[in-house]
C-alpha cells in the first residue's frame, strides 16, 4: 500500500503563489508515476498535471500550462507542486494520486481570495 | 481533449435497488477508463478499472463494462453507503478528463 499526504494549502491573494507537497510512504516513490487532481468546491474533478518516476517527463492540462510547475524529490519521497499566478478559479482541493489513481491523498485546500 | 458525458447527471433510487450509470466519450478510448465513487468530504475511490475490472477490496456488488465510446456501471442491490457521487475518467489520452459527475441519491 501507498500513504499520501498532502501539505501546503492555504490562503493566497489573486496572483500569488504557492507550493503543495505529497509525501508519499509505503512503497517505492521513485518507480512510481504520480497525479495532481483537484476539485473547486461543490465542483468535479479536474486532472491537472502529472510526473513520471524519474521527474524527466512531465503533463500539464491546458487552463494550468505555464503557470504550474510539478516536481518531485525521490531522496525523500515527496512530490511538489508549484503554483504561480494564481486566479480565483484555481480554488479547490488539490489532491496527489498514484499513477492508476488507486491511492490518493486527503487533499488539500488552497483558495485564492483577496 | 476528449470529453466524457455522463448520464443521468442525479439518480435518486432505494436501498436494494439495481442502477446504471452511463458514460460517454467523445472518441474512442478502447478500455482506457476508470470509475470511481466520491464520499463527500474524502478522496475519489477507485471502484473499476480498464472499463471493467474490479478494484482490490471493493464489492462485487459493482460492475464495469463497455469499450470504445460507451460504458456502463451497474450497482446491484444497492447499500446505504452507496449513495454518493460517481465519475467516469478517461486515461487513453492527456489530459485525463472525467465527467461531470453522477449523483446517487435516495
Known amino acids: 500500500d501507498v500513504q499520501l499526504v498532502e501539505s501546503g494549502g492555504g490562503l493566497v491573494q489573486p496572483g500569488g503563489s504557492l507550493k503543495l507537497s505529497c509525501a508519499a510512504s509505503g512503497s517505492t516513490f521513485n518507480n512510481l508515476w504520480m497525479h495532481w487532481v483537484r476539485q473547486a468546491p461543490g465542483k468535479g474533478l479536474m486532472w491537472v498535471s502529472r510526473i513520471n518516476g524519474g521527474g524527466s517527463s512531465t503533463t500539464y492540462a491546458d487552463s494550468v500550462k505555464g503557470r504550474f510547475t510539478i516536481s518531485r524529490d525521490n531522496a525523500k519521497n515527496t512530490l511538489y507542486l508549484q503554483m504561480n499566478s494564481l486566479t480565483a478559479d484555481d480554488t479547490a482541493v488539490y489532491y496527489c494520486a498514484t499513477v492508476g489513481f488507486d491511492y490518493w491523498g486527503r487533499g488539500t485546500l488552497v483558495t485564492v481570495s483577496s | 481533449d476528449i470529453q466524457m458525458t455522463q448520464s443521468p447527471s442525479s439518480l435518486s433510487a432505494s436501498v436494494g435497488d439495481k442502477v446504471t450509470i452511463t458514460c460517454r466519450a467523445s472518441q474512442n478510448i478502447g478500455i482506457s477508463l476508470n470509475w470511481f465513487q466520491q464520499t463527500p468530504g474524502k478522496a475519489p475511490k477507485l471502484l473499476i478499472y480498464a472499463a471493467s475490472s474490479l478494484q482490490g477490496g471493493v464489492p462485487s456488488r459493482f460492475t464495469g463494462s463497455g469499450s470504445g465510446t460507451d460504458f456502463t456501471l451497474t450497482i446491484s442491490s444497492l447499500q446505504p453507503e452507496d449513495f454518493a457521487p460517481y465519475y467516469c475518467?478517461?486515461?487513453?489520452?492527456?489530459?485525463?478528463?472525467f465527467g461531470q459527475g453522477t449523483n446517487l441519491e435516495i
Open positions: 475518467q478517461q486515461t487513453f489520452s492527456n489530459p485525463y478528463t
